[in-house]
C-alpha cells in the first residue's frame, strides 16, 4: 500500500516540486491542496500517513492548519513537516508545540529537504504500520473479551437450565423474568450494562432449589410449615453456590438469589433485609418473578388475571416490594401484558441469542408458596 501524503501550499509551482519529487520513488501517492481549508476538509474524511504544508498561506497559516489538524480522528501521530524558508526559533518552537514533527527548507533542490523527505515518508510509513498492528490487536482483544463473555453467559443459563428441569411448568418462566427484569431496570434508569446484566442473572434467582428434595419440591398440595422452612432456604442455598465467583455476572446472580425473597418492609428472608439494605437488582427481580408466578399456571393453582396481580403489586408496594420497582413494572404495562399473553412474538428472539439455545423447552420454575392464589407472592 503506498503511503498516502497530504501536501498544502498556496504555490501551485510548489506543490508540483513537492508532488514529483515525493512520488520519485513509487512509493508514496499525494494529495496537493492550494487552500488549506479545504486541505482540512479533506483530512475529516481521508486518512493520511504524511502532511507537508506551507506556514505563509491565506486563510490559515502552517501553525494554525498544523494545530487544527492534530484534533482530528487519526492525525493525532502522523508525521507532520512545516515548509518554509523563515526558520526562525520563535517560528519553530511555535511549530512544534503546536504539533509539527520536523520543518523542511523551501529552497528546491536542497540535499537536506531530499534527505529529511526520505525519512519522513519511512517514519509515514512506519506509523501506519504500528497502527495498523494496533488495531488488529485491538480487534482481537475485543473478539477474545466478547467470546470469554459469551461463555461466562452461557454457563449461567446453563445453572439456571438445571434447576427448571426439577420442575414441572411449562418452561417459560425462566425467560418471562429475565424480560420483566429487564423492563423494570431500564425503566429505573439504571446503566445499561447493568440492565443487560440483570437480564442475563435473573434466571439464576433460584438455583438454589436444586438443593430442595423433590417430595417438597414437587409437592402439589400446601406445604407444612416444616416444609415451608425447607424450601426457605433455597435462598441461603443458591447464595452459596454462586458466592465468591470471578465471574461478575455470577456475583451478580448471587445477590439475587440472595435477596429476591426480601421484602422491602424487612419481613422477608433469609436475611430480613429492608429497603435499600436488598441489593437493586435483588428488588428488581423479586417484582418479576412474583408476578410472572401469580400470572401463570402451576399444579397448585390456576392463572390468576393479569389485572388482578396489577392490583397485588399496588397493594404490596412499600410493604413486599420496593414502590419505584412496580412504578417501573406498571409505566411499560402495554409490554408486560404483550410478554404475559405471547403477543410480544416469541420470547426468544434475534435479541436474545445467549438465552435462545438454553431454555426454551426447559422445565418451568415454582414459587415457593402456601398453594394460596392470594398468599402466592408473599412468601
Not at 447464595?239 to 470471578?246: M, P, Q, R, T, V
Not at 426480601?262 to 435499600?276: I, M, N
Not at 397485588?312 to 408486560?336: H, I, K, M, T
Amino acid at each position: 500500500m503506498l503511503t498516502q501524503a497530504l501536501l498544502v501550499d498556496d504555490s501551485r509551482s510548489v506543490l508540483n516540486y513537492l508532488k514529483r519529487h515525493i512520488e520519485a520513488e513509487g512509493l508514496v501517492e499525494a494529495t496537493t491542496f492550494l487552500d488549506p481549508v479545504e486541505a482540512l476538509a479533506c483530512a475529516r474524511e481521508r486518512v493520511f500517513d504524511l502532511v507537508l504544508v506551507d506556514y505563509e498561506m491565506p486563510h490559515m497559516d502552517g501553525i494554525s492548519f498544523i494545530r487544527t489538524l492534530r484534533t482530528l480522528p487519526g492525525c493525532v501521530d502522523i508525521p507532520i513537516a512545516m515548509i518554509t524558508s523563515r526558520q526562525t526559533d520563535d517560528i519553530k518552537m511555535e511549530a512544534l508545540q503546536a504539533g509539527a514533527t520536523d520543518f523542511l527548507p523551501k529552497a528546491p533542490q536542497s540535499l537536506e529537504m531530499t534527505v529529511r523527505l526520505r525519512n519522513l515518508i519511512q517514519l509515514g510509513a512506519a506509523v501506519r504500520k504500528l497502527n495498523d498492528r494496533a488495531a488488529h490487536l485491538a480487534s482481537e482483544v475485543a473478539a477474545a473479551t466478547r467470546k470469554l463473555g459469551e461463555r461466562e453467559e452461557e454457563i449461567i443459563l446453563r445453572l439456571a437450565l438445571a434447576v427448571e428441569y426439577r420442575d414441572n411448568d411449562t418452561g417459560e418462566h425462566t425467560l418471562r423474568v429475565a424480560r420483566y427484569s429487564r423492563i423494570i431496570a431500564e425503566q429505573l434508569g439504571l446503566p445499561p450494562r447493568l440492565c443487560r446484566d440483570i437480564y442475563l442473572a435473573a434466571p439464576l434467582h433460584d438455583v438454589g432449589k436444586v438443593a430442595i428434595p423433590d417430595n417438597i419440591l414437587l409437592k402439589p398440595g400446601k406445604l407444612t410449615d416444616e416444609e415451608m422452612a425447607v424450601i426457605r432456604t433455597h435462598a441461603t442455598i443458591g447464595a452459596k453456590i454462586l458466592a465468591d465467583s470471578g465471574c461478575e455476572l455470577i456475583q451478580l446472580g448471587a445477590q439475587i438469589a440472595a435477596g429476591h425473597h426480601e421484602r422491602w418492609d424487612g419481613g422477608g428472608y433469609p436475611d430480613r433485609l429492608k429497603a435499600d439494605q436488598i441489593p437493586i437488582a435483588a428488588r428488581v427481580v423479586a417484582v418479576a418473578d412474583v408476578f410472572d408466578a401469580l400470572t401463570t399456571r402451576r399444579p397448585y393453582k390456576e392463572p390468576m388475571p393479569l389485572d388482578v396481580a396489577r392490583d397485588y403489586l399496588v397493594r404490596n408496594q412499600g410493604r413486599q416490594f420496593d414502590p419505584a420497582c412496580v412504578e417501573a413494572f406498571l409505566s411499560r404495562w402495554n409490554e408486560v401484558v404483550a410478554i404475559a399473553t405471547g403477543q410480544a412474538g416469541p420470547l426468544l428472539q434475534k435479541s436474545e441469542p445467549i438465552l435462545a439455545p438454553f431454555i426454551l423447552g426447559a422445565a418451568g420454575n415454582r414459587l415457593d408458596q402456601d398453594r394460596t392464589p392470594d398468599t402466592a407472592a408473599a412468601v
